[in-house]
């Protein structure tokens, strides 16, 4: 087995804290902002009925869910559903945004699982629509959606937030497009369409309601109104309050959760399935032209190199994700660890494409910034499962360039660095949690259990 000096193994339970070295982990707090929910049944007449009463009001973006709804028979992705109606936006800030369709008691966070909805996407006194789904595990699509490194989309054009007012109709076909399924979204007489990717009906979803719902990104408000809806054949003018369920609608609150402020480090919390007393938290990717947004929380771990080898295990669980975000774990450079990924770095990334979810995989970058990232791996889904990881770097295998192993529960994948990998040289002084330099979303995350080489004193 190859290595350079003398190593150990350091083990923590978090039980205490470990007065590990934080940079840029708690910005959260110094940016708090007031989240206003206002929207439910109102006796306005902003949607165009022919009397007064509509649903709507002031909906923000926030973290936390929001909505107003009603109870519907469980439905799936082999039901054929309908819904159509009249909406108009009165107001529409920057960073704003809201869903209108199915979903669940259960659906959480950006690109919604358990939902198949339309989407109002404002920016300062505009706004676009989108329609899209999620299936239960976080498979997604419609029209937004990513595909490899890019967005590609097929959205109206935008809409003044002008108080105008847009009949749409949202219907599901299980049957078409070869029985994958297919959305047909009609606006103001203009159809667009878009088939299920191949297997995401066989992923399944379940929907048991039908209204309003947040958009769970940071972000502002808009005033969306909605009248004279048909939901799978039964009508609603709102000419009396339908008595819809009520979900945080009505609350005004300082919200903390607001990209990209980190809230990550130790904590007196159970999470990750050890004694009370992990690390992790609310973790950002963040903007690569914005060095002042990354952070990380690590122990000092003296001087290790490509040249040694490194093991290091533990416990995760990942509790809310949204789509397109990241974190990193493994071992880096203090002074170089901004970037996507860092350069100095072997360890863990917790991040893939919105189609998929989150890839639990391995990365390595050397000294000169030559990396390579596993395009592959475990899943890793949202949920307050814990579950058991381990990191391997063995610069003697792959032929003696070096190989970087994953193991997430019972499955296990590799990398192998590239030939003039090591060449490149490494440094790591720090081993902890980091996060991605790539504009994005959040993850909440954390660890407990963790067992790391570090360079014997």
Do not use: C
């Not at 339970?13 to 206002?38: L, S, Y």
């Not at 082999?78 to 936006?89: I, L, R």
């Not at 606006?187 to 297997?199: C, K, M, N, S």
């Amino acid at each position: 087995m190859l290595t350079t000096q003398a190593t150990a193994n350091r083990f923590q339970d978090f039980t205490a804290d470990p007065n590990w070295e934080g940079r840029g982990n708690r910005t959260a707090e110094k940016h708090a902002r007031t989240v206003v929910q206002d929207f439910g049944y109102s006796r306005t007449n902003h949607a165009g009925g022919e009397t007064p009463g509509e649903i709507g009001g002031h909906i923000s973006r926030s973290l936390t869910p929001a909505t107003y709804a009603t109870v519907i028979p469980t439905k799936t992705l082999n039901d054929p559903f309908t819904a159509s109606g009249k909406f108009a936006v009165t107001e529409a800030d920057s960073s704003s945004g809201m869903l209108i369709g199915w979903f669940n008691t259960d659906s959480r966070g950006w690109r919604t699982p358990n939902s198949l909805v339309f989407r109002l996407d404002g920016n300062g006194g505009k706004y676009w629509v989108f329609f899209e789904y999620g299936t239960q595990n976080y498979l997604t699509g419609g029209s937004a959606t990513f595909e490899g490194e890019r967005y590609q989309t097929t959205k109206t054009p935008p809409e003044q937030a002008d108080s105008t007012v847009h009949t749409w109709s949202l219907t599901y076909d299980p049957d078409s497009a070869d029985s994958n399924g297919k959305i047909t979204f009609v606006i103001d007489g203009v159809t667009y369409t878009a088939p299920l990717a191949p297997g995401h009906k066989a992923d399944g979803a379940t929907f048991n309601r039908f209204g309003m719902v947040n958009m769970q990104v940071a972000g502002k408000g808009m005033n969306v109104y909605l009248d004279d809806l048909s939901i799978d054949g039964e009508s609603y003018d709102f000419t009396d309050d339908p008595a819809w369920e009520e979900n945080r609608n009505r609350i005004t609150f300082d919200d903390s959760e607001i990209r990209p402020y980190h809230n990550f480090g130790w904590s007196q919390t159970n999470h990750a399935g050890g004694t009370l007393g992990e690390i992790g938290g609310l973790i950002w990717r963040a903007d690569e032209r914005k060095p002042e947004q990354a952070g990380y929380y690590a122990d000092r771990i003296g001087h290790l190199t490509m040249e040694d080898t490194l093991e290091a295990s533990g416990k995760i669980a990942m509790l809310r994700a949204s789509a397109d975000s990241a974190v990193l774990i493994g071992w880096f450079n203090s002074e170089t660890y901004i970037g996507a990924p860092p350069s100095n770095f072997v360890g863990i990334m917790v991040e893939g494409p919105s189609r998929i979810g989150h890839y639990f995989r391995p990365v390595y970058a050397n000294a000169k910034s030559q990396h390579e990232i596993m395009k592959t791996g475990p899943v890793i889904k949202p949920s307050r499962t814990a579950h058991q990881w381990r990191l391997a770097y063995a610069p003697d295998a792959n032929n003696g360039d070096g190989q970087v192993t994953v193991t997430f529960n019972d499955e296990t994948v590799s990398l192998n660095l590239k030939p003039d990998a090591r060449a490149g040289g490494a440094v790591f002084d720090r081993f902890g949690i980091l996060s991605f330099q790539r504009g994005g979303h959040f993850v909440d995350v954390y660890f407990d259990n963790v067992s790391y080489t570090v360079q014997s004193k």
